[in-house]
């Protein structure tokens, strides 16, 4: 018989028979049945999201901030009244909670009473979050609250931006008065500029003064010793005058008083000669004094602002000296909690020592519990087994009960006798096997009493013994197979070895870790020792620092209080000079008479004798006079070396105070500068909305899809279109026969063809009627129509050609091994997870599967459209169904070699 005629019979066949036609034509739509109600159910559940019930309970107070009261929560819950995203219900708390006991929300958003006033915290020293409470109902629903941590995200975002915006404004409000505050700074500095370059001119006048002062105070000096060497002349010559009137009034001297005349109209000449260098010293003196007493007032003007500034310094240092207790306090307390803590982690490290002995000894039990009960796990089924069998051995004796009765009991008895040793092997086991084997044990004694019962009375009638003994041999298997299935399995305690093993390690790590943590702390402890005392050093500097302060203070009165002293030094000086300088020119007026008298009299020495006696007396006075101008000139004298040295180191000082204020004049222009660039730059800071939006949202997500999906149905449609072609394929293999055959197939090859045309016929059908189905009913959209119908069906023919190798070699056990590899290729194929996030374990299952192929093929038709990664997948798939077919064509043709071989070569010979 040719191939092609055994597929035409193999249709024909099918055609004829309803038992196989109908289950056929059912498993046709297998595949749309997956695909599309998996699709149909999650196309877009998103869209269906405002039917999702959330509890939302408003706790919050509200708070003031700037003066005006503010509510954060009730405009988040005006806001979620206009959001869409779920079906919002606004409740208290109290129905909120019994909601979620009921399972009616799948998750709360709660408000906390404190949500306004942590916002209004942000600008403090110490802000506080403002804590937005979202509780989901993970056990009604786990996706349902993955999707609501993405909308609280999204919520969270649109506070946080309302919230940056609102400080955003304040800020440029601020930053505003910042502007207008350094401007004001800067005209103030303007004008300290302007008066310190005043003061400045005016130092410098007085330090040229005092130093012009100074170069003539030598030449006063030198003209008052000449004064008072003139003086002491005039002292000696008016002696000489008194001795000579004296003389002459004694009628013995005149000519001695004509000599002592002439001497006397000489010296009186020269010190006339010498009262106008005298006037004019005098004169520049006055004007010297003048402005060391202007350069003085206006020193002392500006003491009483170096003052107040001081007392300022000295009443910021008192407030820091009152604060200072508090610091010491804080290091003390912070001291102590961390020798506190010191000691509580030393009671922890203990603790955790002895919790990780405890898990080395339990690891060492579990080890030896696991080897034991693998030895007991191989030596029980033997032992059941070899019951089994004995109890199989008594059941086919019965079958021959009239012939061998006494056979029958002695196997019996066997029976027992095995039950009773099988007791004895129990005894030997753990005494905690013993208690959950006793019950089955007990059972199987019983049970073998009632053979021996039955045996003995086999006369009474063969068929109730061989009903008892089939009663006895169904019991004897369930009691078998329950201790089987009672007994531990070895690999869970392997399992719960090496969980033990791995909490041992991470135990041991731990106590490592907690012992540098530990090291760590008695670092901490030090560092706060020395914050302490460092806290103590701090306080004695600062407390050094007030009392300098306050001598800072009283030496600035001090230097007031010498400064007007000073200036009224400096006032007396002048008006002294100017006394001086009137009683000089009186003297020079005098001295002046006094020559004219002196020639006078040395001129009218014959008219001296009339009045001598007068002129004695006269002479007398002058005496007493010149002495007195004597005494008064040596003082003087005396004075102008004081005041030399006064005005010396007076314009030392003054040259010091007018480089001081160069320095001044440059700090305060420097700083006017300074401040008005500033003010000019905060100035120029304007805020506006956007600028305010900007602030808030600073940055923007800039998506661009490539190859966009555009929902769920569509992303999912490759992962379970290949799903539903595989069940297909795997339930057209138990419908349809795949090994049994119609007629005598000639060859393997020939077998093959017939089978396998069936099966490519219903696979290109199923997969047509599914693509038409996804396409035009449920609306997928996909790059090209033709592609994914082509692709659909080489997909059904992998997964078939899968399904028929694996069934025909190895039957039943194959459709086992389908159903396995199913549920390998659901997890390794990448349809839903990526393959990274998956067990390093399955990720090399993904390169030698064919669903791998099939969902990367169909993703790359039905959405990004690479249709040469399409032909790619496209060729592997042609790679499987070679080598899958070629691997039938082998089982076939074996199977063919021992069922068929005479039968074909009879029919060759007869043909």
């Known amino acids: 018989m040719k191939w092609n005629q055994l597929l035409r019979k193999e249709f024909t066949e099918i055609i004829k028979s309803k038992k196989i036609l109908i289950p056929i034509i059912a498993v046709l739509f297998v595949p749309i049945l997956y695909a599309g109600m998996f699709l149909w159910a999650f196309w877009d559940p998103y869209k269906q999201l405002d039917d999702l019930p959330v509890a939302v309970v408003n706790l919050d107070k509200g708070a003031v901030f700037d003066g005006k009261p503010i509510e954060v929560g009730k405009g988040l819950v005006d806001n979620l009244k206009d959001n869409t995203s779920f079906k919002w219900e606004f409740v208290s708390e109290k129905e909120a909670k019994k909601g979620m006991e009921g399972r009616k929300y799948y998750m709360l958003v709660r408000i906390p009473d404190d949500f306004s006033s942590n916002a209004t915290t942000l600008l403090k020293d110490d802000p506080k979050p403002l804590n937005l409470e ?21 919520i969270k975002g649109e506070v946080s931006s309302t919230l940056t915006k609102t400080y955003a404004e304040k800020m440029f409000d601020s930053i505003q008065d910042v502007s207008k505050g350094l401007a004001d700074g800067a005209e103030g500095a303007n004008k300290l500029h302007d008066g310190s370059s005043e003061l400045h001119d005016g130092s410098s006048k007085v330090t040229d003064g005092l130093h012009t002062l100074q170069g003539k105070s030598g030449e006063m000096k030198d003209g008052v010793g000449k004064l008072a060497d003139g003086s002491n002349k005039l002292v000696d010559g008016s002696g000489k005058v008194t001795a000579g009137l004296n003389t002459l009034n004694s009628k013995t001297g005149i000519g001695k008083l004509q000599d002592g005349s002439g001497k006397v109209t000489d010296g009186l000449n020269t010190l006339n000669g010498k009262t106008g260098e005298m006037q004019t010293g005098i004169g520049k003196l006055v004007d010297g004094s003048g402005k060391v007493t202007n350069g003085l007032n206006m020193l002392n003007s500006k003491t009483g602002e170096l003052r107040d500034g001081s007392e300022k310094v000295t009443g910021g240092l008192n407030k820091l000296v009152s604060k200072s207790g508090e610091l010491q306090t804080g290091t003390t307390d912070l001291s102590n909690g961390m020798g506190k803590l010191a000691e509580g982690q030393s009671q922890l490290e203990k603790g955790s020592q002895e919790i990780q002995k405890g898990l080395q000894e339990l690891n060492s039990n579990v080890q030896k519990s696991a080897v034991g009960l693998e030895e007991m796990q191989s030596k029980v089924p033997s032992i059941l087994n070899t019951v089994n069998e004995k109890i199989d051995g008594a059941g086919a004796n019965v079958n021959q009960l009239n ?73 004897i298997h369930q009691t078998t197979n329950g201790l089987q299935n009672k007994l531990p399995n070895p690999a869970g305690v392997k399992t719960l070895a090496g969980g033990v093993e791995k909490l041992t390690n991470a135990q041991n790590e731990f106590v490592s870790k907690f012992h540098g943590f530990g090291e760590g702390l008695d670092k901490a402890k030090i560092g706060a020792d020395k914050l302490k005392d460092g806290s103590v050093q701090l306080i004695d500097g600062v407390t050094q620092l007030q009392s300098g302060s ?31 300088s009137v009683g000089a020119n009186q003297m020079a007026g005098g001295i002046n008479q006094l020559a004219d008298g002196s020639s006078q009299v040395t001129g009218g020495l014959g008219t001296l004798s009339v009045g001598v006696t007068k002129l004695a007396d006269g002479s007398n006075q002058v005496t007493t006079g010149l002495g007195d101008l004597n005494g008064g000139l040596n003082k003087m004298s005396t004075g102008s070396t004081q005041l030399i040295d006064g005005v010396n180191k007076l314009a030392d000082g003054s040259g010091k105070v007018t480089d001081g204020l160069v320095k001044v004049n440059d700090g305060s222009g420097e700083l006017a500068e300074k401040l008005g660039e500033g003010a000019e730059k905060t100035g120029e800071v304007k805020g506006t909305d956007k600028t305010y939006d900007m602030f808030a949202s600073p940055v923007k997500v800039k998506t661009e899809k490539m190859a966009e999906v555009p929902n769920y149905g569509t992303g999912f449609t490759p992962y379970f279109l290949s799903l539903g072609l595989f069940v297909g394929a795997l339930l057209l293999s138990i419908v349809y026969p795949l090994r049994d055959t119609v007629g005598v197939p000639k060859s393997g090859f020939s077998w093959f063809i017939s089978k396998f045309g069936v099966l490519l016929s219903v696979g290109i059908i199923q997969a047509i009627v599914a693509d038409i189905i996804l396409l035009f009913g449920l609306g997928v959209e996909v790059q090209s129509i033709p592609y994914f119908i082509l692709f659909s069906i080489v997909t059904s023919l992998a997964f078939i050609a899968l399904i028929q190798c694996l069934v025909t070699a190895f039957g039943d056990a194959g459709r086992f091994i389908a159903i396995i590899t199913l549920i390998i290729q659901l997890t390794t194929s990448a349809g839903t997870f990526p393959l990274e996030l998956i067990p390093k374990f399955l990720q090399p299952f993904n390169a030698w599967l064919p669903m791998t192929y099939s969902v990367s093929g169909l993703k790359a038709v039905v959405s990004s459209g690479d249709f040469n990664f399409m032909w790619q997948n496209v060729g592997i798939l042609m790679i499987f169904i070679v080598v899958l077919s070629l691997g039938t064509i082998a089982s076939l043709t074996w199977m063919h070699k021992r069922q068929f071989r005479n039968i074909a070569e009879n029919q060759a010979i007869e043909a």
């Not at 000073?566 to 001086?580: E, I, K, R, Y």
């Open 134 to 154: 979202y509780i989901p109902n993970e056990s009604l629903n786990f996706l349902s609250s993955q999707i609501g941590g993405t909308a609280i995200e999204k």
């Open 403 to 475: 012939e061998l009765t006494q056979s029958t009991a002695g196997d019996a008895k066997n029976a027992a006798q095995e039950v009773a040793n099988l007791q004895k092997q129990i005894e030997s086991l753990p005494k905690e096997y013993q208690e959950q084997l006793q019950p089955f044990v007990t059972s199987a004694v019983k049970s073998t009493a009632t053979v021996q019962q039955k045996a003995a009375g086999v006369a009474g009638g063969t068929n109730k013994l061989n009903e008892e003994v089939k009663q006895l041999t169904g019991e």
């Open 550 to 580: 306050g001598k800072v203070t009283a030496g600035l009165g001090q230097l007031s209080a010498g400064a007007n002293q000073l200036a009224d030094g400096s006032n007396q000086v002048t008006g002294g000079l100017g006394t001086l």
